[in-house]
C-alpha cells in the first residue's frame, strides 16, 4: 500500500530536549516537506527538499532542521525543542516539486513541548 | 506572495443539504489549486484539482471551478451526508518552477443527521 509513515504519532517532551520525527514514502517520490498545522493559522510549511541531499527553508524553518540522505526518509529534528513548537506535524510526499502533482500525506504527529 | 483565503466555520449543516465552501487566492501566473480535506485523527487526502482555468475538478459528489477572472475555487456539493464532516484545505500552489503549497486555513464542516 502507497503511504507515508511517521513515527512517533504522539510525543510529550520537555523544552530543551532534542527529538526526532521520522518520516518515510514507500512511493519512490522525489519530493518531501514538513508542515506544521495550528488552529487558526492553518498548514505552514517547515522544510522541504526536492531530492537526495538537497533541502530547502519553507516558511517556518527557525527551530527546526532536517536531513535527506536517503530518497524515502525525511526526518524532522528539534534540536532544542520549545513549547511554542509544540503543534501537529505532517510530512508530505510527491512525485516531484512541480505544480500540477499532488502531495500525499501522513497521519500526523501530535508534538506537546512542556 | 501567493495566499489562500477561505471562509471560516464551523459550516454547519443537515443531512442532504447543499453545500457551499468559499476560497480565493492571490498568485501569480496561472496555478494549480487544490482542495484537501481531513476527517478527524488524519492526514490531509486530496479530495480534487484544477490546473488551468475553467477546468472543473470532481471527486465524491464534491466539485470546484478555477475562475481566474474572480480568482475563486468555491467547493460545492448537492447534497451532503454525515460522513462528509471534516475539515476542508484550499490550496494552490504556484506553477513559477518548483514552489511550495500554499494553504488556507481549513473550514470545518459538521453534518449532522
Known amino acids: 500500500e502507497a503511504q507515508v509513515t511517521q513515527n512517533p504519532r504522539y510525543l510529550i517532551t520537555v523544552t530543551g530536549k532534542k527529538l526526532t520525527v521520522t518520516c518515510s514514502q514507500n512511493m519512490n517520490h522525489e519530493y518531501m516537506s514538513w508542515y506544521r498545522q495550528d488552529p487558526g493559522l492553518g498548514l505552514r510549511q517547515i522544510y522541504y527538499s526536492m531530492n537526495v541531499e538537497v533541502t530547502d527553508k519553507g516558511d517556518v524553518p527557525e527551530g527546526y532542521k532536517v536531513s535527506r540522505k536517503e530518497k524515502r526518509n525525511f526526518p524532522l529534528i528539534l534540536e532544542s525543542p520549545s513549547p511554542n513548537q509544540t503543534s501537529l506535524y505532517f510530512c508530505?510526499?510527491?512525485?516531484?516539486?512541480?505544480?500540477?502533482?499532488?502531495?500525499?500525506f501522513g497521519p500526523g504527529t501530535r508534538l506537546t513541548v512542556t | 506572495g501567493d495566499s489562500v483565503t477561505q471562509m471560516e466555520g464551523p459550516v454547519t449543516l443537515s443531512e442532504e443539504a447543499f453545500l457551499t465552501i468559499n476560497c480565493t487566492y492571490t498568485?501569480?501566473?496561472?496555478?494549480?489549486l487544490f482542495w484537501y480535506v481531513q476527517y478527524p485523527g488524519e492526514g490531509l487526502q486530496l479530495l480534487l484539482k484544477?490546473?488551468?482555468?475553467?477546468d472543473k475538478g470532481s471527486n465524491k459528489g464534491f466539485e470546484a471551478t478555477y475562475r481566474k477572472e474572480t480568482t475563486s475555487f468555491h467547493l460545492e456539493k448537492g447534497s451532503v451526508q454525515v460522513s462528509d464532516s471534516a475539515v476542508y484545505f484550499c490550496?494552490?500552489?504556484?506553477?513559477?518552477?518548483?514552489?511550495?503549497?500554499?494553504f488556507g486555513k481549513g473550514t470545518m464542516l459538521l453534518v449532522s443527521p
Open positions: 484544477a490546473t488551468k482555468a475553467d
Open positions: 508530505a510526499s510527491s512525485s516531484d516539486g512541480s505544480f500540477s502533482y499532488e502531495q500525499y
Open positions: 490550496a494552490l500552489r504556484s506553477n513559477s518552477g518548483y514552489s511550495t503549497l500554499t
Open positions: 498568485a501569480t501566473g496561472y496555478p494549480s
